[in-house]
């Protein structure tokens, strides 16, 4: 079918329109990841580290502080052991959160980290973290949860103290979904 | 060729006819117009005094979020798509638009989008409450049920969009007359040009915000949810890559109106065409790359802050442009002041204002201050009602004894006008005071040292409310008993195509192009 120049520009802009579509909902939000991780904006910390040990910078100390928080109505008990720690770059250093269930039913939870400044987050290496797997809790159920971490020798000069904020969230309904459909 | 319109509704409801479909598209959006407008009284009535008088806390902010959405997508949007339908085939000399039964299905299904929006109103939970600008995981995570319809609505209100945007496109790429190259364009169609451009780019980036947020919801995705490994920031993100351009869609069309109306009441052709054609491709073309500014407090690296300042400030350059060729044309004008031209000149008195106050919100470090307070809710409103909406009645009252062979009445028109302008001006002008003074916005109450000029700001909105009824009145009377007339020229100075259609325009026009020399 021969088409006119109308439909030829029609043609063209719906092909615009779902091209945008398709930016929009399948490119941005993991362009906008990527970017993240790139630049470090948004202090999101990166997965676990897996790079070689690297030698202690024991002429540097940097100040590395704990927040815990809990997103929303999430009813557990969370907090960090310690609240502030001094650490050499290069040093491994390992730590713990206390978390409770105070209520009467099982919950799942999953902490989501945030570092500030942002320019710290690609510096700050975690080896092992609770936050890499839900976390699991039974009606009144208590546990100390772990962390490791490195402090990358490159550090910006600049940077003296690290914020590492966790916010917990209730991940319960959509865990039990999850399994439901698995199953 | 003496092909009347049809009798009875089949009339409207097969509508295919330009003017037709124009016509339907006006009355909607101003019938969308008086509902946004009731939803602002009812704000400012409860705003009239501290303390909770009238009405619910929860449902002022539905109130708030359906008056922006109603105004910007019901009211504002709609109606220059109707006069782009009425006008572009007039003064490109076509005979219709290039697709006049996607014209059809685009105008039709918006009465639904809008149905499903407002009917939110009466369901359990009650409409949208999380503002016209629906961050997640407000709008998601802590929204009521009825989010869902609001969703849809918004899906079918872009199509409509998209579809109006494609038939201009392909109207004013196909249809122009013999002669009529592009840089004869009358400015009104240039700009809506450029802005169906912008519509076809944006409005599906919406529509995919809104599905996400349906997946979010519905389906357990995790786009914006933070637990899941999503990210509220991107919410912003994509909705201010859709938002940005959003208010340029508004706000062009708005310009090509006044750079019809100054030039006709000055009697001298306008100054600078082809800088505005250029100053307008350029203010498109930037707001792809400014979104951020919207966002200076959600933590951005200090480079983001300094680049998105800068590339915002850059637009108030091609802004300056226009400001100055409407001045230039005016100039040295045989200039007389019926109403249409004293809609135009209160548009660039005030749009510039609001233009100003939008570069004081533009300076990153100050913004962390005006950020979500009543100042900018003065500035939005003086680009969006004294830009858009002043430009909008201007634009009726100047085309209307054209389309209806009926003229208005000239003192009723500037009544009219006088209300308008005072009352807008007494509405907004202390709400850029309250906001510098700290009152945040989108909330139901505020403190006290904050009475006197909320008082005073309702006053004036009741008063600018007054004065659509009486453009109501106006455009009815004139329609019902203006003083019939057939002059072509309408307006002694004015220029171009449809100024050489009997008055009022036939139902069929251009069936033989004209020549433009």
């Known amino acids: 079918m021969p088409i006119n120049a109308t439909q030829k520009i029609t043609?063209?802009?719906?092909?615009?329109?779902?091209?945008?579509?398709?930016?929009?909902?399948?490119?941005?939000?993991?362009?906008?990841?990527?970017?993240?991780?790139?630049?470090?904006?948004g202090g999101k910390t990166k997965g676990q580290y897996e790079g070689a040990a690297v030698a202690v910078d024991v002429e540097r100390e940097i100040k590395?502080?704990?927040?815990?928080?809990?997103?929303?109505?999430?009813?557990?008990?969370?907090?960090?052991?310690?609240?502030?720690i001094r650490v050499h770059p290069g040093e491994k250093t390992a730590v713990e959160f206390y978390a409770k269930n105070p209520t009467s039913r099982d919950m799942v939870a999953q902490a989501i980290p945030n570092i500030t400044p942002n320019?710290?987050?690609?510096?700050?290496?975690?080896?092992?973290?609770?936050?890499?797997?839900?976390?699991?809790?039974?009606?009144?159920?208590?546990?100390?949860?772990?962390?490791?971490?490195?402090?990358?020798?490159?550090?910006?000069?600049?940077?003296?103290?690290?914020?590492?904020?966790?916010?917990?969230?209730?991940?319960?309904?959509a865990t039990a979904a999850e399994v439901a459909t698995t199953n | 060729m003496a092909h009347g319109p049809a009798k009875g509704i089949g009339r409207w409801l097969f509508a295919t006819n330009h003017k037709d479909i124009g016509t339907m598209y006006l009355w909607f959006s101003f019938s969308m117009f008086l509902l946004g407008g009731a939803f602002a009284m009812i704000i400012r009535a409860e705003l009239f005094a501290p303390g909770m008088?009238?009405?619910?806390?929860?449902?002022?902010?539905?109130?708030?979020?359906?008056?922006?959405?109603?105004?910007?997508?019901?009211?504002?949007?709609?109606?220059?798509?109707?006069?782009?339908?009425?006008?572009?085939?007039?003064?490109?000399?076509?005979?219709?638009?290039?697709?006049?039964?996607?014209?059809?299905?685009?105008?039709?299904?918006?009465?639904?989008?809008?149905?499903?929006?407002?009917?939110?109103?009466?369901?359990?939970?009650?409409?949208?409450?999380?503002?016209?600008?629906?961050?997640?995981?407000?709008?998601?995570?802590?929204?009521p049920d009825t989010v869902n319809f609001f969703i849809f609505g918004v899906h079918i209100i872009g199509a409509s969009s998209i579809m109006g945007s494609i038939n201009i496109i392909a109207t004013v790429l196909n249809l122009r007359a013999p002669g009529m190259t592009m840089m004869k364009l009358p400015l009104f169609v240039w700009t809506w040009l450029i802005t169906a451009f912008?519509?076809?780019?944006?409005?599906?980036?919406?529509?995919?915000?809104?599905?996400?947020?349906?997946?979010?919801?519905?389906?357990?995705?995790?786009?914006?949810?933070?637990?899941?490994?999503?990210?509220?920031?991107?919410?912003?993100?994509?909705?201010?890559?859709?938002?940005?351009?959003?208010?340029?869609?508004?706000?062009?069309?708005?310009?090509?109106v006044i750079s019809e109306i100054i030039p006709t009441f000055s009697r001298k052709p306008l100054f600078g065409y082809s800088s505005m054609v250029y100053a307008t491709s350029a203010i498109a073309f930037l707001s792809f790359i400014v979104w951020a500014h919207h966002m200076f407090t959600t933590g951005m690296p200090i480079a983001g802050e300094l680049y998105f300042m800068y590339a915002t400030m850059l637009i108030a350059v091609p802004t300056g442009v226009k400001v100055f060729n409407w001045i230039t044309t005016m100039f040295k004008g045989s200039l007389t002041f019926e109403t249409p031209m004293l809609f135009a000149?209160?548009?660039?008195?005030?749009?510039?204002?609001?233009?100003?106050?939008?570069?004081?919100?533009?300076?990153?470090?100050?913004?962390?201050?005006?950020?979500?307070?009543?100042?900018?809710?003065?500035?939005?409103?003086?680009?969006?009602?004294?830009?858009?909406?002043?430009?909008?009645?201007?634009?009726?009252?100047?085309?209307?004894?054209?389309?209806?062979?009926?003229?208005?009445?000239?003192?009723?028109?500037?009544?009219?006008?006088?209300?308008?302008?005072?009352?807008?001006?007494?509405?907004?002008?202390?709400?850029?005071?309250?906001?510098?003074?700290?009152?945040?916005?989108?909330?139901?109450?505020?403190?006290?040292?904050?009475?006197?000029?909320?008082?005073?700001?309702?006053?004036?909105?009741?008063?600018?409310?007054?004065?659509?009824?009486?453009?109501?009145?106006?455009?009815?009377?004139t329609i019902v008993a203006g003083k019939p007339t057939s002059e072509e020229k309408t307006w002694e100075g004015a220029q171009g195509l449809e100024w050489t259609l009997p008055t009022p325009a036939p139902f069929h026009t251009f069936s033989t192009p004209p020549e433009v020399k």
């Open chain 2, 198 to 256: 912008l519509l076809v780019a944006v409005m599906p980036v919406l529509a995919g915000a809104v599905t996400m947020m349906l997946m979010d919801i519905n389906f357990g995705t995790s786009f914006f949810d933070a637990a899941g490994g999503g990210d509220p920031v991107l919410f912003q993100h994509i909705f201010w890559f859709f938002g940005h351009p959003e208010v340029y869609i508004i706000i062009l069309p708005a310009f090509g």
């Open chain 2, 345 to 477: 000149i209160a548009v660039v008195i005030l749009f510039t204002f609001g233009g100003f106050t939008g570069l004081m919100l533009a300076v990153a470090p100050a913004d962390i201050q005006y950020h979500d307070s009543y100042f900018v809710v003065g500035h939005f409103h003086y680009v969006m009602v004294a830009g858009a909406v002043f430009s909008m009645s201007g634009a009726i009252y100047y085309w209307l004894p054209k389309w209806s062979g009926k003229m208005y009445d000239e003192t009723m028109g500037k009544v009219q006008f006088w209300v308008a302008f005072v009352g807008f001006n007494i509405a907004f002008i202390p709400q850029h005071f309250l906001g510098l003074a700290g009152m945040p916005r989108r909330y139901a109450d505020y403190a006290l040292q904050f009475s006197d000029w909320n008082m005073v700001s309702s006053i004036g909105a009741f008063m600018y409310g007054a004065a659509q009824l009486m453009f109501l009145y106006n455009v009815v009377r």
């Open chain 1, 11 to 41: 043609l063209k802009l719906v092909v615009a329109a779902i091209g945008m579509f398709v930016f929009a909902v399948f490119l941005m939000p993991p362009l906008y990841d990527v970017f993240c991780e790139l630049t470090g904006i």
């Open chain 1, 119 to 173: 320019n710290a987050a690609e510096f700050f290496h975690k080896t092992e973290c609770f936050c890499f797997n839900k976390q699991e809790l039974k009606a009144g159920e208590e546990a100390n949860m772990g962390l490791v971490f490195i402090v990358d020798p490159k550090l910006p000069a600049s940077v003296t103290t690290i914020t590492l904020s966790y916010t917990l969230f209730d991940v319960t309904e």
């Open chain 2, 53 to 143: 008088q009238l009405i619910k806390p929860e449902f002022f902010n539905q109130m708030t979020t359906m008056h922006g959405l109603i105004m910007v997508f019901g009211a504002i949007m709609p109606s220059f798509v109707g006069l782009a339908n009425w006008m572009i085939p007039l003064q490109i000399g076509a005979p219709d638009m290039a697709l006049p039964r996607m014209n059809n299905l685009s105008f039709w299904i918006l009465p639904f989008g809008f149905a499903l929006l407002a009917s939110t109103l009466f369901m359990e939970g009650g409409a949208p409450n999380f503002g016209w600008t629906f961050y997640a995981p407000l709008s998601t995570t802590y929204a």
């Open chain 1, 64 to 84: 590395i502080q704990f927040v815990a928080t809990n997103n929303g109505a999430m009813p557990w008990e969370f907090s960090p052991l310690d609240y502030q």
